[in-house]
């Protein structure tokens, strides 16, 4: 099922800008990482985790652990990827892809990325496994494939969807809301999330207002 976003686009000063909006009391937040980064680490561990645990009822999330990766496909049909940190985050993000591609509820895949990043070696097969297992998800079909063309493809997915944001991306992490994604809105939201996010809301969540602070954020991002 698709879920359209509200965003009210209006002019302002000499450019475009943008102010989200909820539909049904929810934002969507969509999280562009590596797992082999230490700044998408420190903020899916300091920053998103224990503001969702906040906000999980008013919060839809997506997980695209591709980053700055580049792929290709071979004259024989099989793709073929380059990561920022070298092959070992091709197949951690492959193997994070293998468990977010089963159908699970936001709140676990959310706790199983906060587990894989709270390990030495994110992405690491003892890590995805351990933190798989948290979450009730299938270490059976993360081995299975991870090694089939599937993982590939599930990677390559990411790439795509990375590659369709509405400004290139240029850091990790990246984070978009509702669809939309600029880089001083990303850095907004990496470095201060709850209170950006909440200041989002047309009708706050009573966490929003009861745990306020004086951060005051900006309403609006320029495209």
Same mark, same amino acid.
């Given at each position: ?6 965003? @009210?686009?209006?002019? !302002?000063?000499?450019? $475009?800008?943008?102010?989200? #909006?909820? =539909? ?88 199983? @990325?906060?587990?894989? !990043?709270?390990?030495? $070696?994110?992405?690491?097969? #003892?890590? =995805? ?95």
């Amino acid at each position: 099922m698709i879920i359209l976003y509200s965003l @009210v686009c209006l002019l !302002f000063d000499s450019g $475009s800008s943008v102010i989200i #909006k909820e =539909v049904n009391g929810k934002l969507r937040v969509s999280i562009y990482y590596e797992v082999l980064c230490p700044d998408s680490s420190r903020f899916i561990r300091e920053q998103f985790y224990p503001t969702y645990n906040k906000l999980s009822p008013f919060l839809d999330v997506d997980f695209v652990p591709y980053g700055k990766a580049r792929r290709w496909m071979t004259r024989d049909g099989k793709w073929q990827f380059k990561c920022q940190h070298d092959k070992a985050e091709c197949v951690g993000n492959k193997r994070e892809g293998c468990v977010l591609y089963q159908t699970l509820p936001d709140f676990k895949k959310s706790k199983f @990325v906060y587990c894989d !990043f709270g390990h030495s $070696s994110p992405g690491s097969s #003892k890590s =995805v496994k351990e933190c798989t297992g948290k979450v009730n998800a299938s270490w059976s079909f993360v081995k299975s494939c991870m090694d089939s063309p599937k993982g590939d493809e599930i990677l390559a997915h990411f790439g795509d969807i990375t590659d369709a944001l509405s400004s290139p991306l240029s850091y990790v992490p990246a984070i978009a809301i509702n669809g939309f994604y600029s880089p001083s809105m990303s850095r907004d939201l990496e470095f201060n999330f709850f209170d950006t996010i909440c200041s989002m809301f047309d009708n706050k969540p009573d966490k929003c207002i009861s745990n306020a602070t004086k951060f005051k954020p900006k309403k609006k991002h320029v495209m």
